[in-house]
């Protein structure tokens, strides 16, 4: 699989000199298989650059096939979705598996986020490509050649967020973009979720310094802790708070890996940043 | 008065090299008028201008006037970030358009809120007003400040604001398409729309509008437009509801602004493409005797003198 990362960012976008190395974009992680299976996990602002990319290609000519998952419908992970040009294109397809208590009540949350007192484009009959929504469940499926697993983390009081496993081959990817660990502890749940992964993009947007407890975030030490404790090879750092600058990050991505070497544990850590391709 | 620019994209953010020096947060304007500060529309630009109000380099206040155009995503997304938010002392009010459909307070609170944000609008400690306006009328929103509304032309309207005060005048016209080709109403202007005759009853509507709009930026020390496209944008998307540098010159030279200032730039434009078109754009306002300047992120724009 390759991966991409157009968006990094939690919350709101946070464009500027401060961001620039790492970026300013909201959630947006496009991943493709070697036979061209093309997932996109959320579609934060970053979704308007990945489908500005996308339409050099097939997207461009209206053969263009995604599937994206959304790992719940907070603004950050939805807004770049009625903007991109690809959506807008006929006979482009889009699968989008979301969080919802059924699939018409998905497509509701999508017509109201392009109402006409929200957005020019008035209802989403208006949009021109194909739309299927479908219910996430625990139940895996199959894209492609690109096997998903999805399963249910806290984020915040009452609201979930769904972390996404990819398999492909050999080779397996772990997203968990927003989480709050109950009590600040890891469940055994999440360690068997990443057990032995290749790659695990985990939310990384508090730090012990600006941690707001009940805010559906765990500390960026967090998604160290599960990593190293289910084995994983390599951690990406993602959905960074919008206040952090690419020097905080820096200095994060450092912190934690003097922190691990001292311990001898071998987990590659990094921080994601707009633009970070990843061949696994 | 003082106007300080703290976000000027148009449609949604837009991050990196390309975008450094014009920003590519979406719309925020912060006006102070002696000891009043307002606040233009809650893109993603509120985020760090909140910030900023919270630090030493800002004057205090807690009482903060919002004037939003419209509810558009671009326009008030910002909002939830917003640190005074979370402090009891501060007191808002949010200004916006009055509409039989639909309360201002109900099309703010019911999108910045579950499901679609952490946190209601208004479950924050900060006091919250809301305050409906109707198309050209004059407020006293405090003592020496005026606010004059008018209507613009973009799909389910929106609302041109005059800040009006002895220490300077400023027009912000935005979002809106030029005055002469399709009229945006409540309904959606067909998709396919092209060069159509407009009846007679739009076509007063129209004229009424472009009024309006002269008349908030007359005589105006600045004049904030929206610019997002050029002129072969606009010819391939006339419905989208936005104008060119041509449209905001022929209002600023024809109200007799001081000060013409491009804004809402297209997510698309690349620092360099702005830098270009402010060259082109600012030659030909200066044949009207008009300073023509594209807005960026921390453009100050100040008359220390009254009039």
């Known amino acids: ?280 | 008065m003082q106007v300080r620019i703290w976000g000027c994209r148009g449609s949604y953010p837009v991050s990196g090299a390309d975008f450094i020096r014009y920003g590519g947060n979406t719309s925020c304007i912060e006006v102070w008028v002696g000891d009043t500060l307002i606040i233009i529309d809650a893109g993603t630009g509120m985020r760090p201008l909140g910030q900023h109000l919270r630090s030493p380099e800002s004057p205090q206040t807690n009482r903060i006037h919002v004037l939003i155009t419209h509810t558009h995503w671009d326009h008030i997304i910002g909002f939830p970030f917003f640190q005074p938010l979370r402090d009891v002392h501060t007191h808002l009010t949010i200004y916006g358009l009055r509409r039989s459909d639909r309360p201002l307070e109900k099309a703010l609170t019911e999108s910045l809120s579950r499901p679609l944000f952490a946190l209601p609008l208004t479950s924050n400690p900060a006091r919250i007003d809301f305050r409906e306006l109707d198309f050209y009328t004059t407020y006293a929103i405090a003592p020496d400040v005026k606010v004059t509304t008018a209507r613009l032309n973009h799909p389910y309207r929106a609302v041109g604001y005059r800040i009006e005060s002895p220490s300077g005048c400023l027009a912000h016209i935005t979002d809106t398409a030029p005055f002469d080709r399709i009229l945006f109403g409540d309904e959606q202007v067909s998709w396919s729309s092209k060069d159509r005759t407009l009846d007679p009853a739009s076509k007063a509507i129209l004229d009424r509008m472009r009024q309006g709009v002269l008349d908030l930026a007359a005589h105006a020390d600045w004049l904030i437009y929206d610019t997002q496209f050029e002129p072969d944008e606009y010819a391939r998307r006339p419905h989208w509801g936005h104008s060119t540098p041509n449209h905001a010159i022929g209002i600023a030279s024809q109200a007799q602004a001081r000060h013409l200032v491009l804004f809402h730039h297209d997510p698309h434009r690349t620092d360099q493409q702005i830098d270009a078109i402010e060259g082109v754009y600012r030659a030909r306002a200066a044949e009207y005797g008009l300073v023509l300047g594209a807005a960026r992120e921390g453009l100050t724009l100040k008359r220390e003198q009254t009039r």
Request: charge should be negative; include cysteine.
């Open chain 1, 1 to 280: 699989m390759r991966l991409r990362f157009w968006g990094v960012r939690g919350a709101v976008a946070s464009p500027g000199p401060a961001t620039l190395r790492y970026g300013g974009n909201t959630s947006c992680v496009a991943v493709e298989s070697a036979s061209g299976d093309l997932l996109v996990l959320d579609a934060g602002s970053g979704f308007c650059p990945l489908g500005d990319a996308l339409m050099k290609g097939p997207f461009g000519r209206g053969e263009g096939k995604m599937t994206l998952l959304l790992s719940h419908i907070h603004m950050d992970h939805l807004i770049g979705f009625p903007f991109a040009v690809p959506v807008h294109i006929r006979g482009n397809r889009f699968t989008i598996y979301g969080p919802a208590a059924s699939r018409t009540r998905l497509e509701e949350l999508h017509e109201g986020l392009v109402a006409p007192a929200y957005s020019p484009v008035y209802t989403i009959d208006n949009i021109g490509s194909d739309l299927e929504f479908r219910r996430i469940s625990r139940k895996p499926f199959q894209v492609g050649e690109v096997r998903v697993e999805a399963q249910r983390f806290p984020h915040g009081v009452g609201v979930h967020c769904w972390g996404f496993k990819l398999t492909a081959g050999n080779r397996t990817l772990v997203y968990i973009p927003d989480v709050e660990y109950a009590g600040g502890s890891l469940h055994n749940e999440a360690i068997e979720f990443v057990r032995g992964v290749d790659l695990l993009i985990h939310d990384a947007f508090f730090t012990q310094a600006d941690y707001m407890p009940y805010w559906g975030h765990c500390l960026s030490r967090h998604g160290v802790l599960l990593a190293e404790a289910a084995g994983v090879s390599r951690l990406i750092l993602f959905h960074h708070s919008p206040d952090r600058s690419d020097d905080e990050i820096d200095a994060l991505v450092a912190d934690h890996r003097d922190e691990l070497y001292e311990r001898g544990v071998s987990l590659r850590v990094d921080a994601a940043y707009d633009g970070m391709t990843i061949h696994l």
